[in-house]
């Protein structure tokens, strides 16, 4: 980023002295975060936390994902091995991590409004059938290697479908409809959960990270996505994200593959437009009830 090494002199010129007396207290147990990035998975979550990791009023933790809310119980929410997970931080103004389970476990949902429930909420949303296909490939790169995403399909939909139902079942990580009521019916405001588009993340980065800036509370400073990215599923190289921007704008047929398909080091197979014509009735009732809930057309994502 072109600002990043000003970026840098200003965190440090935040000083140790300085911080001293408030890490005593911002650190306390039980430690409560500002902010949370609660998913959804490959939906552009490493991307965003990369961003925010270069504004020098934001600390988000070198690792990604803390595991805490839905992962322990009650009276563990925000002790010591949560603290310890900010240990860096230096006094910057907002404390804050992603965890994308976060949207997906009902327990984590709970916990969050009941023991955090000042936190400010970010999810972001992608194509639920290129969620489910990124994750696919990923989980193939990762060594769980099905002969084919039909097999992969399969196995989710057997594993849904068993006595004791697997919750965690790939393929309704795309309810996310649900999942953010589920957050609304437990007390969170609305106003306190920003929902954002994977597709603007990726096409328009600059007026996204504005609206998350905004919503933050911290200054505007952050135009850019990182390129950086451990995650090299989740973001473009800066001439394929321009490629793509064009592309949508002259509404290109061929715009969303190219987006698909050209943030991946290893570009991955199209999918079989059958197997991509059944995903897509499968969730169409899902999306149209997400659309109706943010009050937003995703027909897109229904073809």
């Known amino acids: 980023m072109h600002h990043n090494g000003g970026m840098s002199v200003e965190k440090q010129s935040l000083g140790v002295n300085s911080a001293v007396t408030a890490v005593d207290d911002r650190l306390a147990v039980p430690f409560r975060p500002d902010f949370l990035i609660i998913g959804a998975q490959k939906s552009g979550t490493s ?57 997906l476990i009902p327990a ?61 079942a790939n393929i309704v990580y795309g309810h996310y409809v649900n999942q953010l009521q589920r957050y609304f019916d437990l007390g969170v405001d609305p106003a306190q959960l920003l929902v954002l588009l994977f597709d603007d993340l990726v096409g328009e980065p ?3 990270l504005a609206t998350v800036q905004e919503f933050l509370g911290v200054r505007p400073l952050l135009k850019k996505l990182p390129q950086d990215n451990s995650n090299q599923n989740s973001i473009l190289p800066p001439v394929g994200r321009r490629m793509v ?9 061929l715009g969303a593959r190219i987006t698909r398909i050209t943030q991946r080091p290893n570009p991955a197979p199209s999918m079989n437009r059958f197997t991509r014509m059944g995903l897509v009735e499968y ?20 073809r």
């Open 47 to 103: 991307s965003l936390a990369s961003a925010l990791k270069r504004h020098p009023e934001i600390y988000l933790p070198d690792a990604k994902e803390a595991q805490h809310f839905g992962k322990v119980p009650d009276e563990e929410i925000g002790g010591e091995g949560y603290r310890d997970f900010f240990s860096g931080w230096s006094g910057e103004r907002l404390i804050g991590e992603a965890t994308p389970e976060y949207l």
């Open 108 to 168: 984590a949902a709970r916990q969050i409004a009941k023991f955090a429930p000042g936190a400010k909420l970010i999810a972001i949303l992608r194509n639920p059938v290129d969620r489910l296909y990124s994750s696919y490939w990923h989980s193939q790169r990762a060594g769980q290697v099905y002969p084919t995403f039909e097999a992969f399909l399969d196995g989710q939909i057997s594993a849904r479908g068993a006595a004791q139902p697997m919750v965690g």
């Open 206 to 208: 600059a007026e996204t």
């Open 245 to 253: 921007v064009r592309i949508k704008k002259a509404n290109h047929p």
């Open 283 to 302: 969730y169409r009732p899902y999306n149209d009830a997400l659309g109706v809930l943010l009050g937003r057309d995703l027909s897109e994502w229904n």
